[in-house]
């Protein structure tokens, strides 16, 4: 039988030599494959460099008051050098105790969270490092995976070969999320303590650290007590690594948590929300949200602050008169808006009482009969087709026929009495109905549309009879601004509240070019101004008399008193008040436009009086002025002077 001899011993070792080259070759190539599909799509580390996060566009008044911020995220960039120790130290105990010490990927926490999660048959831990959770925030999906795992460690390790530790720290301290719409450790000082990050306490910089594990649920907006419990716990770990003293542990722990008084909301909301409806569409959502714009608007700070307390003590005493009635007084709402004469420029508005619960504007969407506050318009296309202040009119029952199976139209005066033959001048101040019924009739409604359309009231208005008792519904700002336009020579100027939208580098991305055009000469508006200045001076808008600067306007109230106006305008401002109800029931009983929104108005205008010099209304050259009786209209030398064409 023939015996198999053993190989030889070298032979033997070669043999095994061969294998493991094999078998780490086979390991280098897996190694290497892995590392390949891990790192194939991951972004370069340069965009770091150059990535700037979005920034904060700026709503500026023209006085220069921040009014809102716009953003995608919510932040403000701060260098390591203004971000306090304590802040330092606190992040460092709750999120990587070994920052300074490790390579990007800290070993020995990741081996322990493998054998958590595998004891747990699930991924309870993860382990990351500062540079970790930096690089998934800047890179990566937080979807939790074994692949996204990997591929964290990877830029980690890149991160940490790229930078050095205190701008991996600085960065991470500037991108993380806080919660309440606060990203980075600065917009969080300011969100949840009204402060700068330069001036927290370790109390403080303990409870911001402690945001990141889960922003909404440790907030201290939103759970006092669970915010303290979580500051407590990185306090706790910031005395045992000995960061901090005890004496220093126990003073921060008896620190009330006190968060910023809550926030007001921005400033003039309904005026801001319109300046957004009107630039998103011309920039843009991405340019408008990201690219840190500063928007200089027409509005006057201080005119708005007055606008809106003006219309708060306004509605409390129609409401007060509601509540007497049994009437539901959050039912009463009022708007104002203010315009520049000779602009166009919004300078103040209030369109409700709060902007965050009923975001609906009441100054530019509601759509209200203006009532007798839209018969001036009636009275300027008489003044353009040649007829004088002085020109009689008859006020006396009249009926008007249908031409229709509908009943005849018989208009009233509110107070249902007559005064037969007066002056255009004395029609207009009393707001008598049927004179201004009888010049419509004889002027043509489609005349007092067309003028109404050049006075850039767009609203749908009806060529009737009945449009002269203000029967169409309007929005406030249409009607303030044709008023606007008397006062401005007979130029209308359309309504705008932005300046200029501008970029960080001061490029011009929009500038304010408002359409206008001359709708009245100089002469005809003159004298429709001093006809209005009649209203204030012997008629229905009596109550401004004392304010000490030559005004005009015209009280409006609809039926059953649904609707309270007063729009009028000094030389340099026009101003209109609505006071009404969203549903359209009536305000009640001798809710006139006199009682209810001319007191709101007369309390902005003496606010507006006090800012500055209101001058005279121009005086063109081809008029004179004459002593009438404002009844008659006859010359009378105990009479008023009225303004008349040459």
Avoid at 105 to 122: E, F, I, S, W, Y
Avoid at 166 to 172: A, F, G, Q, S
Avoid at 203 to 223: E, F, H, M, N, W
Avoid at 611 to 622: A, V
């Amino acid at each position: 039988m023939r015996r198999w001899k053993a190989k030889k011993p070298e032979r033997r070792g070669f043999f095994l030599l061969v294998l493991a080259a094999a078998a780490a070759g086979c390991l280098a190539g897996a190694a290497g494959a892995l590392a390949l599909w891990l790192t194939s799509d991951l972004p370069a580390l340069e965009q770091l460099d150059g990535q700037a996060p979005p920034a904060i566009t700026r709503v500026v008044s023209a006085d220069n008051v921040v009014l809102d911020e716009w953003y995608a995220q919510r932040r403000l960039i701060t260098g390591l050098d203004h971000i306090p120790k304590y802040l330092k130290l606190a992040v460092m105990a709750t999120e990587d105790q070994n920052f300074y010490s490790h390579f990007g990927v800290d070993v020995k926490g990741l081996a322990r969270a493998v054998v958590h999660n595998v004891m747990a048959m699930d991924y309870v831990e993860g382990a990351s490092t500062i540079t970790q959770q930096l690089a998934k925030n800047l890179f990566l999906s937080p979807k939790k995976t074994l692949t996204r795992k990997l591929r964290e460690a990877v830029l980690a390790l890149q991160l940490e070969r790229r930078y050095t530790k205190d701008e991996i720290l600085e960065r991470y301290l500037n991108q993380i999320y806080y919660g309440s719409g606060a990203y980075g450790a600065s917009m969080a000082a300011r969100t949840f303590f009204g402060k700068s990050l330069s001036d927290l306490t370790l109390a403080q910089c303990a409870l911001i650290a402690g945001l990141p594990k889960s922003p909404s649920r440790y907030s201290p907006l939103v759970d006092p007590q669970k915010a303290e419990n979580r500051r407590n716990i990185v306090l706790f770990q910031m005395r045992s690594l000995g960061w901090i003293s005890e004496e220093e542990y126990r003073a921060a722990r008896e620190e009330p948590v006190q968060v910023a008084d809550a926030p007001e909301g921005r400033r003039a909301g309904y005026f801001v929300e319109e300046v957004r409806r009107e630039l998103l569409p011309l920039l843009g959502a991405s340019t408008l949200y990201k690219e840190g714009l500063t928007i200089r608007t027409t509005l006057n700070w201080r005119l708005q602050q007055a606008a809106e307390k003006a219309v708060a003590l306004g509605l409390s005493r129609v409401r007060d008169r509601a509540a007497a009635r049994g009437m539901d007084p959050a039912n009463v709402q009022a708007a104002l808006v203010c315009l520049d004469v000779s602009t166009g420029a919004i300078l103040a508005m209030v369109g409700g009482e709060d902007h965050v619960k009923t975001p609906f504007n009441r100054a530019t969407q509601a759509l209200r009969q203006p009532g007798s506050a839209f018969k001036p318009l009636v009275y300027a296309v008489a003044v353009a087709h040649g007829m004088e202040q002085d020109a009689s009119i008859l006020d006396a029952p009249v009926v008007f026929p249908s031409g229709s199976d509908q009943r005849d139209w018989t208009p009233e005066n509110y107070d249902r009495a007559y005064e037969g033959e007066i002056s255009l001048r004395r029609a207009l101040a009393d707001s008598r109905n049927i004179p201004a019924v009888r010049l419509a009739h004889h002027l043509s409604p489609t005349a007092v549309v067309d003028l109404a359309r050049d006075l850039g009231i767009s609203s749908g208005l009806s060529a009737n009879l009945s449009l002269a008792l203000g029967t169409s519904e309007v929005t406030l700002e249409e009607l303030t601004g044709a008023y606007a336009a008397f006062a401005n020579q007979g130029r209308w100027i359309k309504p705008h509240g932005v300046l200029e939208a501008v970029g960080r580098q001061e490029q011009v991305l929009f500038r304010a070019r408002p359409e206008k055009r001359a709708v009245l000469s100089p002469e005809v508006s003159a004298v429709l101004v001093d006809m209005l200045k009649a209203v204030v001076k012997e008629g229905t808008g009596r109550g401004v008399l004392s304010l000490g600067v030559p005004l005009a306007g015209k009280t409006g109230t609809t039926a059953d008193c649904r609707d309270a106006w007063f729009v009028g305008f000094s030389p340099k401002i026009a101003v209109g008040v609505w006071v009404g109800t969203d549903d359209g029931s009536s305000l009640g009983p001798a809710e006139t436009g006199a009682r209810a929104a001319l007191p709101i108005w007369k309390e902005f205008m003496a606010a507006a009086v006090a800012e500055g010099s209101h001058g005279d209304f121009p005086l063109p050259s081809g008029l004179v002025r004459k002593k009438i009786d404002p009844r008659t209209g006859k010359p009378d030398e105990n009479g008023v002077y009225a303004l008349f064409r040459k």
